[in-house]
């Protein structure tokens, strides 16, 4: 057997009103019963008494006592004084309380039923009796001719009477009462039913589990999960959000214009269409964001959420680095195989000093190459980056070349300076110099690496059209690209990494026209040796460098003859 659902927590809402509604309409309307009963009551009293005081005091009745036959004066005058809107009987009767009228004829000359006492004694008495019209209240005061009581006079109003004005009145007050209750009930009802659309017909046990489950699904997702009203103010904000953005603790209803957020991602949270995995920088971080708007009739808010992109964009760019060194080995592989079927060929020839002599200066070129970068760059990162680049250059048609002042001793680098962030930095530079300098005239790019004045000084100069000046800004803009959509991450990273770093970015112009950038890291007190230059012999510790030179490097420096082999293969 099913159990039934528990009620909707609109549904108890409504019983709940309704019930009150209804309790108090009947204790309104039974307060109202008893204080029109007293009324009523009181009422009949000043009544009864004001006609008995009126009659006693009128002088035809005087008159009528006097005469031989009081009844027949006093019967018709009686008579006219009861009727539905005035008491139910007057009696005026003899001291000794013989009736002279009375509402049934053949009662007159009967003994009046009730207490005459205080009357008899010049007073006024009032009290509701049983007499024969049945249980009135009655007012009974004496006839005075000058300072002698002649006669009593008695008025009353029955209880039935009474009554009957009461359940007029009582009917009415149910009528009002049952009008307010259905009004309430309406009112409830259309209350209730608002309730019941917002709360989806959730009873408080659902409403309550809910909400605990929402709770500990804010607080255990580590993507970020913002959610801001239709004032664009922050309503809702998880512990991821807060951290991704590096909001305050007091967050929460802080517009977003307010958080100090870089304006293409301020624009993403305000835009009014929804967005879906846009990348968007902070100071430290890359973050994906999309959004979408909550829409119930009318913009209610939005929603967003933020996945922290840095890690896997660094990982990116490094695979992107390897790919690019796949192919400048695979180039390498093939040129090298051609001049293996030189060597070959020229020794079948008979012409072994020229194969030798064709040998050796292959090896010598490659060799200055890996002496050239690891004399002058001792941090094996930065080394080994540069040999990979010059590969890769010169695949593309393009002269990579190390300035003479250039040295970064090993182990200069303060340990808060992350290698992934040199990479970044250094290979996203090299590669948009790359893009820039490809089919320019002269087709270099000239790198300077060096350590001054406590900083670490990263140059990297094109032959390319350069920058206008107008967009010296935008370029660090993401999205900003002349190589079409999809492109423009690389300098924003650039910056980005730059100022996690505590250094700086500054663009120029190349001697030869092209764009020249300038990244100034500090060291943080270090400085480099200014003695004579070290021997740099190679070790185990950093063999892919020197390994990886080969004749893929010989582009750092003056190109050999092999530089037009790769781009010709």
């Known amino acids: 057997m099913r159990l039934p659902r528990p009620r909707s927590l609109a549904g108890q809402l409504f019983a709940m009103q309704a019930v009150l509604v209804a309790v108090i ?28 005081t009126a009659v006693a005091r009128s002088p035809s009745v005087v008159a009528a006592v ?19 809107h005035g008491v139910t009987f007057v009696v005026v009767m003899a001291p000794d309380g013989t009736r002279w009228t009375h509402p049934e004829p053949d009662r007159i000359g009967g003994t009046y039923l009730g207490h005459i006492d ?31 009581i002649v006669a009593l006079v008695s008025a009353g109003i029955t209880v039935d009477r009474i009554s009957e004005q009461l359940r007029h009145q009582v009917t009415a007050l149910l009528g009002f009462a049952g009008g307010a209750l259905a009004l309430g009930a309406v009112g409830t009802y259309v209350i209730n039913a608002r309730l019941r659309r917002h709360t989806h017909g959730m009873n408080a046990t659902e409403l309550s589990r809910m909400h605990d489950y929402h709770q500990a699904a804010l607080h255990a997702v580590r993507e970020g999960l913002l959610m801001l009203d239709g004032q664009r103010r922050i309503a809702l904000v998880n512990d991821g959000a807060r951290d991704l953005l590096g909001l305050p603790g007091d967050a929460v209803g802080t517009p977003v214009a307010g958080l100090g957020l870089p304006p293409s991602l301020t624009g993403a949270l305000l835009a009014a269409e929804p967005r879906e995995d846009e990348l968007h920088l902070t100071d430290d971080r890359v973050l ?34 390897e790919r690019g060194f796949t192919q400048a080995l695979r180039a390498q592989a093939h040129e090298a195989a051609n001049r293996l079927h030189t060597v070959v060929s020229l020794i079948e020839l008979g012409r072994v000093d020229e194969a030798v002599g064709f040998a050796t200066a292959e090896l010598e070129l490659a060799q200055a190459l890996t002496d050239q970068v690891v004399d002058a760059v001792g941090e094996p990162v930065l080394a080994a980056l540069l040999l990979g680049k010059s590969a890769q ?23 808060g300076l992350a290698a992934r962030d040199l990479v970044t930095i250094l290979g996203n530079l090299i590669d948009n110099a790359v893009e820039a300098a490809q089919g320019s005239a ?11 004045g406590g900083e670490l000084l990263l140059r990297v100069a094109d032959t390319g059209p350069g920058v206008p000046p107008a967009d010296a800004e935008d370029v660090f803009t993401r999205g900003w690209s002349t190589r079409g959509p999809g492109r423009g991450i690389g300098l924003p990273l650039v910056r980005q990494a730059a100022r996690r770093a505590g250094g700086r970015v500054e663009l120029g112009t190349a ?15 270090v400085r480099a040796r200014a003695g004579a230059r070290t021997e740099r012999v190679p070790s185990p510790a950093h063999p892919a460098p020197v390994e990886g030179a080969g004749s893929a490097g010989r582009a750092v420096g003056t190109p050999g003859e092999g530089a037009g082999a790769e781009v010709r293969g």
């Not at 006097?66 to 009727?83: I, M, V």
């Not at 959004?291 to 959420?305: A, D, I, Q, Y």
């Not at 001697?511 to 007190?525: D, I, S």
């Open 393 to 415: 250059a010169s695949e593309r048609g393009v002269e990579l070349v190390l300035t003479e002042d250039s040295r970064v001793d090993d182990r200069v680098l303060p340990p």
């Open 442 to 452: 002269g087709s270099r790019v000239t790198v300077t690496l060096r350590t001054t």
């Open 25 to 52: 309409v009947a204790g309104c309307a039974v307060f109202a019963y008893v204080t029109d009963l007293a009324e009523a009551e009181e009422t009949a009293r000043r009544q009864a008494t004001a006609t008995a």
């Open 118 to 148: 205080a009357a008899q004694r010049g007073g006024t008495l009032t009290e509701t009796y049983d007499g024969t019209l049945g249980r009135s209240v009655r007012t009974v005061t004496p006839v005075w001719d000058r300072d002698r």
């Open 288 to 321: 994906v964001v999309s959004t979408r708007p909550v829409v119930g009739g009318e913009r209610r808010g939005t929603v967003v959420t933020l996945r922290d992109h840095t890690e896997l964009q660094a990982l990116s760019g490094e695979l992107d680095s």
């Open 511 to 525: 001697g030869e026209g092209g764009a020249e950038f300038t990244v100034r890291l500090p060291l943080g007190g």
């Open 66 to 84: 006097r005469s031989e036959n009081p009844t027949a004066a006093l019967q018709p005058y009686a008579d006219a004084l009861t009727g539905e």
